[in-house]
């Protein structure tokens, strides 16, 4: 076959569903698939089902990212379905199919296919007869024109050097594969920060899963790629903790080592760099650049404040990107403000209403604005006594924010880290801002 050069590059990254009832092509294409280390993760002999397992691949974003169809003899026309056209509409059902390679194979090619060929390079029509002879050859061709890169399932998005890569309700083969080799793609693309997103994954994950995300945080880590995680389902959290998964998912005692993940400096370049996933904006941005030196002292003032006043059983949680402030349960924030040389931004804590309410419990003749800023002030003379003489800075101004949407004005668009101070019962919130 000519097809030897196409390795494993391609072949291990393929999610592939063929579309038949015709036993003797689909036999056909699986020897072809088989010799060239493709799985065919399924086969439907209808559109309807087929449409349907693709519905339900792309809810659990596994995606598949080829699909055969084998339309001889019009086989599909119980269906209704007898135009090329109305059958890739069913295909398409998603918008993560929008771009998937599809070969169909026909009885010979229309004048229509070949129009629509032309103008949609991720489709290809090939008569019964070239099937026979040349479908390893051409399924080569149109995977190594439609994935220059290799293949991809993984649903990502690349916005403002924030790079999100949301994970999957399972894994299998293929996604394994591409999984582990995506960390090498994103070096030097302006990355600022990786997000997993745990929002469509079950609750529980197999050992083999569990490996596979302890393997890819600690190769970020040693490329020093930032990664931090949202939406992760509780008895998930539990599960990954008891594992001793990597602590991009545990809570963090030190606080000192927990800051390392801030100290990020992305560069600006001339032209954006190219992006290392399918979807969102153009990269690029001067990302946020600090000193952690001159900012710890501030956190671990506030820290131990909020340890005389919670008890000593208080952790420091790993620090997480917050991309827009959105906590309902947040009233009123103290912020600090610098203009140095050394840090031109803010300091930010925000309340729990358990707070407040103790608070005005402890001093019913007082106001929340003064007693916080009594707080606030506690924590700068604390700061100044642990900074050292080099990375001593002093706040340009402070002010109590009142309301959700002052906070949220004041911890803006481009994104904050956010550290949250837990005790048994309450918690603090700490949101550094540019």
Not at 398 to 418: F, M, Q, T, Y
């Amino acid at each position: 076959m000519e097809d030897q050069n196409f390795d494993e590059k391609y072949a291990s990254k393929l999610r592939t569903m063929i579309i038949s009832n015709e036993r003797e092509m689909v036999n056909l294409a699986k020897d072809i698939f088989e010799e060239l280390k493709v799985e065919v993760i399924d086969f439907s002999p209808t559109i309807k089902l087929a449409r349907e397992k693709l519905i339900l691949g792309a809810d659990k974003l596994l995606p598949y990212n080829f699909i055969l169809i084998i339309n001889t003899s019009n086989q599909f026309a119980d269906e209704g379905l007898t135009k090329a056209k109305d059958i890739l509409g069913k295909i398409r059902c998603d918008k993560l199919y929008l771009t998937t390679p599809v070969m169909i194979i026909g009885d010979d090619i229309s004048g229509e296919e070949q129009e629509l060929q032309e103008t949609d390079k991720e489709i290809r029509f090939m008569s019964k007869e070239k099937y026979k002879t040349s479908l390893g050859t051409e399924f080569v061709n149109l995977i190594k024109s439609s994935y220059p890169e290799g293949p991809k399932s993984l649903k990502t998005a690349f916005k403002k050097g924030i790079y999100y890569i949301y994970i999957p309700n399972e894994m299998d083969a293929a996604l394994f594969n591409e999984f582990k080799s995506l960390n090498s793609a994103l070096l030097n693309n302006n990355v600022m920060i990786q997000i997993l997103d745990f929002k469509k994954s079950k609750d529980r994950m197999t050992d083999k899963e569990i490996k596979v995300l302890m393997e890819y945080c600690k190769e970020s880590e040693k490329n020093k790629l930032p990664i931090s995680s949202i939406n992760i389902p509780s008895d998930l959290l539990t599960v990954l903790q008891n594992k001793g998964i990597d602590r991009t998912f545990n809570p963090r005692k030190d606080l000192q080592d927990a800051l390392k993940i801030i100290n990020i400096e992305v560069k600006k370049k001339n032209k954006p760099a190219a992006q290392p996933s399918s979807g969102g904006g153009q990269g690029g941005g001067a990302g946020m650049k600090m000193n952690v030196n001159v900012i710890n002292p501030f956190l671990a003032a506030g820290s131990e404040l909020f340890k005389e006043n919670e008890g000593k059983n208080v952790i420091v949680e790993r620090p997480r990107l917050c991309i827009k402030f959105d906590d309902p349960g947040v009233q009123f924030a103290s912020l600090i403000r610098f203009f140095d040389p050394k840090f031109k931004g803010g300091l930010l804590f925000a309340y729990s209403e358990k707070t407040i309410k103790k608070i005005l419990e402890e001093n019913p003749s007082s106001i929340p604005a003064r007693e916080l800023s009594l707080h606030i002030e506690k924590i700068i003379d604390g700061a100044k006594l642990k900074s050292a003489e080099d990375n001593k800075i002093s706040p340009s101004s402070i002010e109590i924010l009142k309301s959700r949407d002052e906070i949220a004005d004041a911890v803006g668009k481009k994104g904050a880290i956010r550290i949250r101070f837990v005790s048994e019962e309450n918690w603090l919130d700490a949101y550094i801002i540019k």
